[in-house]
């Protein structure tokens, strides 16, 4: 390639192409843009008639690539967002033109779907982020790589363009084997684990409904991988024997399964307090405690749980982020109430 991809007039590039150029066209496109677009992407832009080769716009995909083809193509403006933008509080941690960090709070859906059309996180973000959403596959919208359940709360990242989503995308798949990527929780959880420091490999599959997640033999059909770190970082009202009737555990997350917290610390008998999923046969616990801790458990009405730390590579600089976000208010309640007395 003589000539790389530059801007032209208007919402087009160009290019031509050199003496060794070859290969099918949305392959030869999305190298020569050096991971600008994905190659579904450009498969699509081909298909829509926005590529021609020496003037003659084409639609396979496949064809192939000659030396001195000259290429242009032209880019649609980002399309207009379903859902729309609402004008709903961020606590924005770090955003610059690829991303944006943000402290999610408890009670808040992260995406549209049955039940949560609007008042989302991603709601929110269409708002907050205008036109500096440069459009995820066409359409000008945030890019959600990782997710946290509604009512759990803590730092989030998100793309705003192509190539950071899926930059960001892959190291999440890759679960920071190979880079920096780390994700640490803070959960409060009944009694303590025996071991105070451990690992839960348990693969998790689903429970028989849509939503709800357990753990399975690996030969399961739709058993999949979870690996979750623990450690006891804090123990509340302990007994001379050793247990406690409550300990607030740090989960680092070596894959990120649906409801993966949550159910391996049911898993070795220790669900999360609040949880109203995997965590309910325990909440007569709560008669345990002194009143007034009593009163703050029962009145907990969400699993407490908390992504305090996310690390990871910058999609553009390489730079390795890291950013921490402390208890939110109501798990600092529960915590200073399982401390009195204790």
Not at 16 to 37: I, K, P, Q, V
Not at 206 to 213: L, Y
Not at 305 to 321: I, K, V, Y
Request: net charge negative; proline share 6%; glycine share 8%.
């Amino acid at each position: 390639m003589n000539d790389p991809f530059k801007q032209a007039t208007g919402n087009r590039k160009v290019l031509s192409a050199d003496e060794n150029a070859a290969g099918r066209l949305d392959a030869f496109l999305t190298e020569a843009l050096s991971g600008e677009f994905s190659r579904n992407r450009i498969k699509a832009l081909i298909e829509q008639g926005a590529v021609s080769i020496n003037g003659i716009t084409v639609l396979e995909p496949k064809r192939k690539v000659q030396p001195g083809d000259s290429f242009e193509i032209a880019l649609p403006a980002p399309e207009d967002p379903e859902p729309k933008g609402e004008d709903i509080p961020l606590d924005v941690l770090f955003e610059d033109d690829d991303l944006i960090v943000l402290v999610k709070p408890a009670g808040l859906v992260v995406h549209p779907g049955a039940g949560n059309w609007t008042g989302t996180l991603v709601n929110a973000l269409i708002h907050h982020c205008g036109d500096s959403l440069s459009g995820i596959g066409g359409v000008r919208r945030p890019g959600i790589v990782h997710r946290l359940d509604k009512e759990t709360s803590g730092v989030m990242v998100v793309a705003k363009n192509d190539a950071a989503h899926r930059h960001l995308s892959d190291q999440f798949a890759d679960h920071g084997r190979t880079g920096p990527l780390e994700r640490a929780y803070q959960a409060v959880v009944w009694g303590r684990p025996r071991q105070l420091k451990g690992t839960i490999n348990a693969a998790l599959g689903r429970a028989g409904d849509r939503t709800k997640r357990a753990v399975k033999r690996d030969e399961s059909d739709d058993a999949r991988e979870a690996i979750t770190h623990y450690e006891v970082v804090e123990r509340y009202h302990e007994k001379p024997n050793g247990t406690c009737l409550a300990s607030t555990v740090e989960c680092h997350l070596e894959t990120g399964r649906t409801h993966q917290i949550r159910v391996h610390m049911a898993h070795i008998g220790h669900p999360l307090i609040g949880d109203p999923d995997y965590g309910a046969a325990f909440r007569t616990k709560a008669n345990l405690l002194p009143e007034t801790a009593k009163s703050v458990v029962n009145r907990f009405s969400r699993q407490a749980l908390h992504a305090f730390m996310l690390q990871f590579e910058h999609p553009a600089s390489g730079d390795t982020m890291h950013f921490e976000a402390p208890m939110p208010a109501d798990m600092q309640e529960l915590v200073a109430a399982l401390r009195a007395g204790a």
